[in-house]
Each structure stands twice: as structure tokens, then as C-alpha cells.
């Protein structure tokens, strides 16, 4: 294992920043892991620090492949993790929105822009990444789908589900689809936290880069886990939301199989403690994402279910039309 | 006042975004309407006079106007009471979100409900102030898709820097960029500064609304003359960026809006631990400053000043 500082910024008061990668193997730019890029993002650090512990011991075991090599970078900002802000603590920029970044632009352009011409020409690039909405998810993998995108790759990680969605213009600056710009195949892992950590889906995310790294024949390990992948978009995922604001009292959990007109939660009217809505499940399916703030908004998503019966009402529709 | 959107919040508040309308004596309510919208971000609030000014002058003249007023005066009023650029508990740029949609949670139906009442505009007029950090001339910024309509209205606005700037697909999530692509003209403001009225500014811009909208035949009351502003169009004009180089202080050794040839002192950045010049910043062309650093904490790339360059001294 070599450690590298790949990018380092001065402060006036505090330490510098530094982005630190971690290289096993030699040769070939194989794989690239990047953790948080924002500062709440510590289940993705922490899942990178299982990962650079595990990758350590399979280096040292002989077991990574001749001519492969893999860089795991846990952080690309400390700066903010340190003083428990999501994004830069100066100007509240977002790093993962100022891909592919720019050498002489803004500070977060300029972290952006340095990091990424260290890491913009390995073949697979893959990105602990957070939601905007929070919640918790199943584990699986998230991809944008551009000309490059490679859908058997994604397979690979032997997740439990594939996501595929079309990039929207805010994405255009994050750093998976730069990624796939300049030609390296991106995935995004989302696990079940962003700021606590839960231990099991940790785990799940290093075996399924594991998985993939030994798929892909980087590594000469296998993991015996994993799944053959589902493969759902992003649209087909339904959305249940919640018609009243209120204190979001839930009485399932994230993978949860529920049946058609389970009660999956209740909203509560925090005054007078009295219900003012239930939300039931429309259809068989497993519960994929669920809103983890006790306070929600008219209209906010509680749940993303997997319609599991997508197919059969296609099918059943089409034979009454 | 009009509700343009209200959503329940969950402990006994009800969110409104509210808008004024002002109408002429004998409307028929079929005239031209103008939409003045400001507050997307809360952290910015030279809009806040602008929108006070506008209906002050309009209602005291009120058998001038010709035409429809519609004044927005908060797209984000969590924003704005909290002292927050974003909306609050969604930490979400407002000014990323639109067209939005009618189902969506409530940050994109807030927005989808905005667009939806906004459209049908003769113009939108959309008033940033910069953000907390930079000092910025009266200006329109224009994507360059949309500056064959929008480059006359501007020219109307008694604004001194008309900036016509190349697409960026990250900007189509816009207000701005959702009202031009549905068939309203909508014009960006940027002026002044993060947190803060700058009077002059305000009433400068009020003036070239009024213009403007006597123009369009809505307002028929006296008008202030007008400046003519430089027009900046990326290919032809170049603006130069001066990014802090290392992390300190920022002293500026010049004044806004003012010509600078190449060489100029433009300000320092220093260290108070050590008393150091870090770095001493001059000027890298001839050209006006419309843009200078207001916070002095810098970062390394921090911005510190934007330079128009050209040959000639206004």
C-alpha cells in the first residue's frame, strides 16, 4: 500500500487540507473509490476505511492481480468534516457539483479540479455517494445513463438492485458523470446511512466493490456474496408522499417486502397528537428508500417502493386494452 | 396581496409565497403585466428597496400605469427570515430546482406553482444581489440563447454592464432560464451585495424599470433618463478573474467600478498572524473593475475581483 497526498490546500488558521488516496497493486489505473465528498458523509468514510483495511490485507496476501492497480481516497473533504458542515465552510459550495473542476477557478473548483486530473483516467470509477433527500436506502448501485455507461459492469457488484436514471442539468457537474465524460465506466453506491453508520451495509458496500473487483479480474479474491442484480429505473421506483406535514411516525423498515395496502406509516399532528394521515402501500413491493427526518413537509417523500408487479399489470393491462 | 402558493408546515405555520398586484385605474385585465420577482435566494436583498420603491412610486402615480404590476417580493420567505441562501431543512439552491413540478415535494411544487403564475409576462425582471462575499455593478446577465429579445429590453434598464455569457447546461435548472424557455423574457439583476441594501443601486434599477416599462407602453408617468450601458458579449470582450492565490485577508487598495490599467493595485491579501503581504494583487489588463471582493477571509480561489477589459477609459 502507498499513501499519497493527491491534492493539498492551505488554510489561513487551520491545517491544510489534505486528499489523501490510498494505492494497492501496481500498473494499469484499474479502479478508483472516492468517500465523502461532503461533510456529513461518514458512513461513506467509514465504509472507505473498511474497504483500505481490507484491500491491505488482500495486497498483502498476494491476491491483487499483475498489472492492476486501485486507489482508495476516503475523503475529499476533510475541511468540512471536521466542523460537521455538508458543504465548504467558507462559501457552502458543494464539491460534487464543480466536477471537472477548474486549476485557476474558485476554491471548491480549484479541490475539484485537482483532485480530478489524478483521477480522471482509470477505467472504473466508483463513488460512496449520499442522497439529497434524507433518508435511508437499500443498498445497490445508482447509474447516470450516458453513452458510456455499461449496465453488465454494474452487475458486477452483485448488489440487490441496479438503478439507472437520465441525468438531469444539475448533474452534469458531479463527479460521476465527469467521470463518464472522460471515458471511466462510474458508479455511484449508496448504502443505508449518510450520517450515522450502520455497520452491516458498510460491510455490504466493501464486499460489493470486492465483488466487483474480482468480476472485473483485478483482484484474485471472491467474496461468495452477492446477488444477481436487478435492474430498475429510477421512474419506476413509486413514490409515496405525504399529503399533510406533520411528525412522521413510521412502522416499517427500509427492505421491508410489504404487501398491497400495508399500513407503512402515520402522520401525527404534533399538538394535539391525533392522525392526520395514514400511508398505505399501493402494491406488493419492498420498501428500497424511507425518509428519516421525524418533521416532514406536505408533499415530501417518506418511501420509495420497488413495484414488484410492474410487469404482470403491463401485462394485464395491455390484454383489457 | 395574492397567495401565489401556501403549503402547511408541520408545527402550525402555514408557508404563503405572496405577491402584490397593482393594477390601472379602469383595468380592463387585459394589459401587458410585468412580473418583478426577488428573494430566491434569502441571503440577498437589494431586491427587498427595489420591490419597496417600485410600488411606492407606482401607487402615488397610479393614473400612469398602463399596465399590470405583479411584485414578488419573497420566492424563499424561510430563506429570507433565517438568514439562509437555500431553502432551510431541504438544503437546496432554490435557484436549481425550477421549472419544478406540481407533485414533487415542496421545494419543486413551490416552484412549479411560481412558474405557472409568473408566465404569460410581458417581462420578468429577476433581482440577485450577488452573494456576501462580492460587490457587483448594476448588471443583466443574459444567456447567450436568449439575447437577440433580451439584449434591447436590457438596454432599458438603466443598468451600467450588460453581460452576455455562454450557455451552461448546469444553469437550465434556473428561474430565469425556465421563464425564457416557456416564452416569458426574463432579465437576471445581479447588483450590489450579500445581506446588505445599497440604496443608489436600488433606486438606479427602479429607475430603469419604470423606463423600461414606458417603453413597452405600461407606464405613461416622468421618467429619469437613462444610461447605456457597456454590453459584454463573451466572444468579443474578455472578463478577466482574479482568484485569491493562497488563503488570508483581503485589503482592497482600490474602489469599485473604476478603470484600471494593466499593473494596478487592486488590493492585497495578508496575514495578520505574521504581518505578511501574501500576495499583492495587480491588475492582469486595462479595463473596468465591476466586481470586487466585499468579504475580506478569503480561501485559495477565492474570488477577489472580475475585470471587463477593453482599450478605451469610460
Known amino acids: ?321 | 396581496m395574492i397567495k401565489v402558493a401556501s403549503v402547511n408546515l408541520p408545527v402550525d405555520e402555514e408557508l404563503t409565497i405572496k405577491k402584490e398586484r397593482i393594477v390601472p385605474i379602469n383595468s380592463t385585465g387585459k394589459e401587458k403585466r410585468i412580473s418583478i420577482v426577488t428573494g430566491t435566494h434569502g441571503d440577498e436583498l437589494e431586491g427587498q428597496y427595489v420591490c419597496y420603491e417600485l410600488n411606492r412610486r407606482i401607487k402615488k402615480n397610479i393614473e400612469c400605469l398602463k399596465g399590470i404590476v405583479d411584485i414578488y417580493p419573497a420566492l424563499n420567505p424561510l430563506g429570507i427570515d433565517s438568514i439562509t441562501r437555500g431553502i432551510p431543512a431541504f438544503d437546496l439552491d432554490m435557484n436549481r430546482i425550477f421549472p419544478g413540478s406540481e407533485n414533487g415535494i415542496m421545494a419543486d411544487y413551490l416552484a412549479h406553482k411560481i412558474v405557472e403564475d409568473i408566465k404569460g409576462s410581458a417581462l420578468c425582471v429577476d433581482i440577485h444581489a450577488s452573494n456576501i462575499f462580492l460587490m457587483e455593478i448594476p448588471q443583466i446577465r443574459i444567456n447567450e440563447i436568449t439575447k437577440e429579445e433580451l439584449v434591447p429590453l436590457a438596454k432599458m434598464m438603466n443598468v451600467d454592464f450588460v453581460w452576455v455569457h455562454c450557455a451552461a447546461t448546469v444553469l437550465e435548472s434556473t428561474l430565469a432560464y425556465s421563464l425564457n424557455d416557456v416564452g416569458t423574457p426574463t432579465l437576471v439583476v445581479e447588483m450590489g451585495v450579500g445581506m446588505r441594501i445599497t440604496k443608489n443601486y436600488g433606486d438606479q434599477l427602479v429607475d430603469g424599470i419604470l423606463n423600461t416599462m414606458k417603453e413597452m407602453g405600461m407606464w405613461t408617468g416622468e421618467v429619469n433618463s437613462v444610461r447605456e450601458p457597456i454590453i459584454s458579449y463573451d466572444e468579443d470582450f474578455e472578463v478577466n478573474f482574479i482568484n485569491a492565490s493562497s488563503a488570508g485577508v483581503f485589503i482592497p487598495a482600490t474602489k469599485h467600478w473604476v478603470n484600471l490599467n494593466k499593473g494596478d493595485h487592486v488590493g492585497d491579501i495578508v496575514d495578520p498572524l505574521t504581518g505578511e503581504v501574501l500576495d499583492e494583487i495587480h491588475s492582469p489588463c486595462s479595463g473596468i473593475l465591476f466586481t470586487l471582493r466585499e468579504y475580506p477571509v478569503c480561501d485559495e480561489g477565492s474570488l477577489i475581483a472580475r475585470i471587463l477589459e477593453r482599450d478605451e477609459k469610460i
Open chain 1, 1 to 321: 500500500m502507498k499513501k499519497t497526498v493527491l491534492y493539498e490546500m492551505k488554510n489561513l488558521y487551520r491545517d491544510n487540507m489534505r486528499v489523501t488516496g490510498y494505492e494497492f497493486g501496481c500498473g494499469e489505473k484499474s479502479v478508483c473509490v472516492v468517500g465523502s465528498t461532503r461533510g456529513n458523509e461518514i458512513q461513506q468514510l467509514y465504509t472507505c476505511g473498511l474497504l483500505v483495511k481490507t484491500l491491505k490485507r488482500i495486497e498483502k496476501a498476494g491476491l491483487i492481480n499483475e498489472n492492476k492497480s486501485i486507489i482508495v481516497i476516503p475523503s475529499i473533504n476533510s475541511s468540512s468534516m471536521n466542523i460537521e458542515k455538508r458543504f465548504w465552510p467558507t462559501d457552502n459550495t458543494d464539491i460534487n457539483r464543480m466536477f471537472p473542476g477548474y486549476n485557476l477557478g474558485e476554491t471548491t473548483q480549484r479541490i475539484a479540479g485537482g483532485v480530478f486530473e489524478k483521477i480522471n483516467d482509470y477505467e472504473y470509477g466508483i463513488q460512496f455517494a449520499s442522497f439529497f433527500m434524507p433518508g435511508k436506502f437499500l443498498p445497490h448501485v445508482r447509474m447516470m445513463m450516458t453513452e458510456n455507461t455499461d449496465i453488465e459492469d454494474a452487475k458486477k457488484f452483485g448488489l440487490q438492485y441496479i438503478v439507472k436514471r437520465t441525468p438531469r442539468p444539475f448533474d452534469t457537474t458531479t463527479l460521476n458523470y465527469n467521470w463518464q465524460m472522460w471515458g471511466t465506466k462510474a458508479f455511484s453506491i449508496y448504502t443505508h446511512e449518510t450520517e450515522n453508520l450502520d455497520e452491516s451495509s458498510a460491510m455490504t458496500g466493501v464486499y460489493a466493490v470486492l465483488n466487483f473487483l474480482s468480476q472485473s479480474g483485478i483482484i484474485n479474491y471472491s467474496t461468495h456474496r452477492g446477488y444477481n442484480s436487478s435492474i430498475i429505473d429510477a421512474d419506476e421506483l413509486y413514490d409515496l408522499q405525504t399529503p399533510v406535514a406533520g411528525i412522521f411516525h413510521p412502522l416499517c423498515s427500509v427492505g421491508d417486502s410489504v404487501s398491497k395496502g400495508q399500513l407503512l406509516s402515520k402522520i401525527i399532528d404534533p399538538y394535539e397528537g391525533k392522525v392526520l394521515a395514514e400511508i398505505k402501500a399501493p402494491e406488493y413491493g419492498n420498501v428500497f428508500f424511507m425518509n428519516n427526518k421525524q418533521l416532514v413537509y406536505a408533499n415530501q417523500i417518506l418511501f420509495k417502493l420497488t413495484d414488484d408487479y410492474t410487469i404482470i399489470r403491463k401485462a394485464e393491462n395491455s390484454e383489457q386494452q
